[in-house]
T-cell receptor
């Protein structure tokens, strides 16, 4: 079974631009979560989607948004990029939202904002 | 406030020696507890989890973790470390009431030959 895939793997953008990251979960998984990983803040939860609905949201500004499609694939969008948005963005899939199930992580998208 | 603490940024052990990576949490209720490992340029990989029941949980690659409710701790252990265990380890806690998921800051484990 294929793992979680994220595209692109690397992105370089400039301040003020916007960016869209994509995540394809493991087949059969209906929940997708997004995390931001930085050296200073560690792993921070962005949001979780299940069956095309946002089920949980972290403490990030409205510039960060996401959506999930009927095939469970998910995208996250960051508008008006800031230097501090440079990070590794990780997507994780699981069978269900929340609960005791473990998450399966993709390799991440490395975003650099210049 | 909910928090997950990994008090050691770095743990160094010699190959063949036992290892412990510490995690304590401050979360209401009876949360689910997880350990993940991250190798360079990779996403996180699930190691093990505690839901309920036996306080000693066995996971992948010979790792185990001990849950201690009174100390609100969930320390990761392995009886005999391998050089290939060198990686970044994350403890995570998910609340059972609102599904809020929090990760610790991570502990870098280095196993020296």
């Amino acid at each position: 079974k294929a793992g979680v895939t994220q595209t692109p793997r690397y992105l370089i953008k400039t301040r003020g631009q916007q960016v869209t990251l994509s995540c394809s979960p493991i087949s059969g998984h209906r929940s997708v979560s997004w995390y931001q990983q930085t050296p200073g803040q560690g792993l921070q939860f962005l949001f979780e989607y299940f069956s095309e609905t946002q089920r949980n949201k972290g403490n990030f500004p409205g510039r960060f948004s996401g959506r999930q499609f009927s095939n469970s694939r998910s995208e996250m969008n960051v508008s008006t990029l800031e230097l501090g948005d440079s990070a590794l963005y990780l997507c994780a899939s699981s069978l269900f939202a929340g609960g005791p199930g473990e998450q399966f992580f993709g390799p991440g998208t490395r975003l650099t904002v210049l | 406030a909910q928090s997950v603490a990994q008090p050691e940024d770095q743990v160094n052990v010699a190959e063949g020696n036992p290892l412990t990576v510490k995690c304590t949490y401050s979360v209401s209720g009876n949360p689910y507890l997880f350990w993940y490992v991250q190798y360079p340029n990779r996403g996180l990989q699930f190691l093990l989890k505690y839901i309920t029941g036996d306080n000693l949980v066995k996971g992948s690659y010979g790792f185990e973790a001990e849950f201690n409710k009174s100390q609100t701790s969930f320390h990761l252990k392995k009886p005999s470390a391998l050089v290939s265990d060198s990686a970044l380890y994350f403890c995570a806690v998910r609340r059972t009431d609102n599904n809020d998921m929090r990760f610790g800051a991570g502990t870098r484990l280095t196993v020296k030959p």
